[in-house]
């Protein structure tokens, strides 16, 4: 089915499942502790051995050697794979290092090798072992001192935009605005570590992981194996949490099928910690330059947003930028990204790549130009919305209400009696209140979907498509039970194996949207099946209570199916409608914080978040992945930050002892509302993606919170208490 029109109305529109608070239909597998997730996989049939992954002790360079043979000789020992014995292997399509293989050293943690015994503790005690001889090079590990040779990426990225004249506009406007705001490189720091067990059956190999998108691992796991795609068969029914960091291929699925073939027996993998933080992915710490110009009314006239981040050689921007580009009225504008050549562990999408460190920068920079113009900051954000593109005018937003977010948000927050910066005091508390938009872009993929009917009327989704703790199973199970007209507990749903059709896989944001909507095609596949078979005018046809009706005739759904069952298949493709119109989500986040007048010390009091992201398919899930990303901005306004040791290479805090994430006793009450919306320019499912919109914007809103709380601009994140301890009063 393609997407080229705005959808019209459709089942999914009577809302007798979709749109309903139904509690996950995967939760008691999990409550109950049966959901079994990669590195549980048990079959006791299957003589199980465990792996040990090896990583670099250097940042830059080559292996000269590699002595393994007291390694060999250890206890339980079965096999050792080193780098250098699998050679030089080609690069997957989304990796920017290689996972394994070869003696170049591109980061520190870069797989080197793997050990394979009968006991994890065995292959622990016996990777000690292994003797390595290095050829070191000198590395770049500053984003600060590479600064300066940053260069600007390929026009395809669109690292620079610009409308208008930023810099006449800028010099002639009555209030201008200038700063640099700094954000540190953060890690995904999810519950589940990377893991997964793969098996050999001759040439083919089954892997039990925990992967967001199935079919790039497949895909990238079969170029680095040299191998035939269909002969890899993955699996990853349920993830402990991804935050982007499962996106692509990593390096416990290869290890565990080198490991595999070379023990000649099933082989489990999981990275630990130090090596999630520096094996994997991060989110890249950014330089932020923010220029803005505007008349005394407040409005707008010249905005510029210029972003510097690093990675390794061949890797890609943080697009930091992406939103200003959108977000706020302006007829002069310019945009600039500029990417550094660092030697750190690779840099990669991380929630809401982009938006949520841009708008960490810029929704301080707009409050300090309210501040600036002598407005309120709500006021001053609703005086310079635009329902169009600002680069393009003469496109518009498919729907925006950024303005309703924004004054729903102060009514039901209490806005009114935001005190002056500095001015309330409870105690030994200064207590303050901060705002900040949320914009993240509606994304699409195509999205392919499997949908059986059986003769007990039972209807079976089958897709390639993940949960990474979302709510995947629940909604996709919803959008299959209103199309067919049964009630959820009438519909099971299969989802992460490659055996599946391919799905648009979780994330970007875009997981829910596109996968319901390839399931909704894949269920008028199997509508019009249904109605054929009994006979019906497939226009007339109604869905509903577990019956097929065409006038006065109602007959069984079961009946349908008949005794070998029907089967409807297809996949959602996209027409030009998110280039004819601009298709976005927004919302506003509003925070009151303590400070201690004597420490520094900053508690969070409220939290809440108004969004505006279309229908809402689910608002219990929809719920959840806000208030989890809150939880998540909090960590990134307060206390997550990678250390880097600029000597070595590496980040230091590989742990969750050292790098700290927000925990319960961090997070008061939370607060969501949905504003009541559907936008058809979307998909059939007139949605869009929640999940990200919930974190962007809320860093910033912490720190105007502190700011109106103690009169302290902090510029650079985390906003820890030595950085407002000076400031604080006398």
Known sequence: MKFDRPATTNPIDRLKVVGQPIHRIDGQLKTTGRAMYAYEWHDPNMPYAYGYPVGSAIAKGRIKSMD??????????????????????KKGKFNTAKLFGGDKIQHYHQA?????AETFEQARAAAALIKVAYAEEKGAFD???????????????????????????FKSAPVTFEETYTTPDQSHAMMEPHASIAAW???????????????WWRSDLATTLDVDKEKIHLMSPFIGGGFGGKLFLRSDAVLAAFAAKAAKRPVKVALPRPFMMNNTTHRPATIQRIRIGAGHDGKITAIAHESW?????????????????????????MTAMRLATLDLPEGNAMRAPGEAPGLMALEIAIDEMAEKVG??????????????????????????????????????FGWSNRPKAGSRREGNWLVGMGVAAAFRNNLVLPSGARVKLDRQGV???????????????????????????????????????????????????????????????????????AAKKLGFNSKDVVFENGDVRSGNRSVPLAEAAGQEGLVGEDTITWGDLTETHQQSTFGAHFIEVGVDVATGETRLRRMLAVCAAGRILNPITARSQVIGAMTMGAGGALSEELAVDTRRGFFVNHDLAG???????????????????????????????????GLCGVSAAIANAIYNATGVRVRHYPITLDKLIEGMPA
């Not at 080197?112 to 394979?116: P, R, S």
């Not at 709510?471 to 507990?489: L, N």
């Open 112 to 116: 080197i090798a793997v050990v394979v």
């Open 143 to 169: 984003l600060k001192e590479a600064q300066a040779s940053a260069k600007k990426p390929d026009e395809s990225v669109q690292p620079d935009s610009a409308a208008g004249d930023f810099e006449s506009a």
């Open 201 to 215: 059956n001759g040439d083919e190999v089954t892997v039990w992981t925990s992967s967001q998108m199935i079919d």
């Open 68 to 89: 393994v043979s007291a390694v060999k000789m250890a206890a339980g020992v079965l096999a050792v794979v080193t780098t250098l014995d699998v050679g030089d292997r």
């Open 459 to 529: 209807v079976t989704v089958e897709t390639d498509m993940t949960d990474i703790g979302t709510g995947s199973y629940t909604i996709i199970a919803q959008t299959a039970a209103e199309m067919m007209g049964v009630g959820i507990d009438k519909v099971a749903v299969q989802l992460g194996d490659s055996r599946f059709p391919v799905s648009a896989g979780s994330g970007g944001q875009f997981g829910a949207n596109s996968s319901t909507s390839g399931v909704y095609a894949a269920c008028v596949k199997l509508r019009e099946a």
């Open 309 to 333: 981040s690093g990675d390794l050689e061949g890797g890609q921007l943080e697009t930091a930028v992406n939103q200003t580009r959108l977000l706020y009225a302006g007829g002069n504008r």
């Open 375 to 412: 407005m309120d900051p709500v006021e001053f954000r609703i005086v310079n919305d635009t329902q169009v593109d600002p680069e393009k005018p003469e496109r518009p937003f498919s729907h925006r209400d950024l303005v309703g977010c924004l004054k729903l948000g102060a009514e039901r």
């Open 659 to 693: 790098y700290e994430v927000a925990v319960h006793a961090d997070i008061p009450r939370q607060d969501v509302i949905f504003m009541d919306e559907t936008d058809p320019m979307s998909s059939p499912m007139k949605a869009k993606g929640v999940g990200e919109l």
